[in-house]
């Protein structure tokens, strides 16, 4: 069974910074590219980062660009996120999704976990 | 970029009802379209790939339609567990969701 199973959300004052994980498990991670989708609350869905199954390719939203990072270690099968300078607009719920093979469609999702940048 | 417009925003139904939400690219994307179904406070599940491919395991209900710049998702006859918020994506652009509520 595809699991994805994302953590390190919290309360972080505005500037700091934060770390996800997202632990995959129940398909050869390292076969399938993966990607961070973020909803603030109330809104909808907003692609954040997406990375290539070596992770050689990275692409970002502009927003956010320079301020996060995705990262993978397919060795430990897990998707990271580094969030640094976070603002109040990141406040968000952020999902790690793996992209269905072949397209560009998100075929599993974790159960998101919750940033919130406040003072 | 191209951007994705959804209509209505909300839509009010009844059970048994045949609903239909709109999708319409700003410029051609083939029928490099997905739709998703999210609940309050869950994940979004993917319904529809590649315009009009059902994923494994959704309902035949479901369907979708449409290439170049106007996509649809059709539900046959809604079901109390389809009251939901969907949306269609097109690589790493979401439209802004169409809410489907009790009429």
């Known amino acids: 069974e595809v699991q994805l199973v994302e953590s390190g959300g919290g309360l972080v004052q505005p500037g700091g910074s934060l770390r996800l994980s997202c632990a995959a498990s129940?398909?050869?991670?390292?076969?399938?590219?993966m990607s961070w989708v973020r909803q603030a609350p109330g809104k909808g869905l907003e692609w954040v980062a997406n990375?290539?199954?070596?992770?050689?390719?990275?692409y970002y939203v502009d927003s956010v660009k320079g301020r996060f990072t995705i990262s993978r270690d397919n060795a430990k099968n897990s998707l990271y996120l580094q969030m640094n300078s976070l603002r109040a607009e990141d406040t968000a719920v952020y999902y790690c999704?793996?992209?269905?093979?072949?397209?560009?469609?998100?075929?599993?999702w974790g159960q998101g976990t919750l940033v919130t940048v406040s003072s | 970029d191209i951007q994705m417009t959804q209509s209505p925003s909300t839509l009010s139904a009844s059970v048994g009802d045949r609903v239909t939400i709109t999708c319409r690219a700003s410029q051609s994307i083939s029928s490099w379209l997905a739709w998703y179904q999210q609940k309050p406070g869950k994940a979004p599940k993917l319904l529809i790939y590649?315009?009009?491919s059902l994923e494994s395991g959704v309902p035949s209900r479901f369907s979708g339609s449409g290439s170049g710049t106007e996509f649809t998702l059709t539900i046959s006859s809604l079901q109390p567990d389809d009251f939901a918020t969907y949306y269609c994506?097109?690589?790493?652009?979401f439209g802004q969701g169409t809410k489907v509520e009790i009429k």
């Open positions: 990375i290539k199954q070596d992770g050689s390719e990275k």
């Open positions: 129940g398909f050869t991670f390292s076969s399938y590219w």
């Open positions: 994506q097109h690589s790493w652009t």
């Open positions: 999704a793996r992209y269905r093979s072949g397209g560009s469609s998100l075929d599993y």
């Open positions: 590649k315009a009009s």
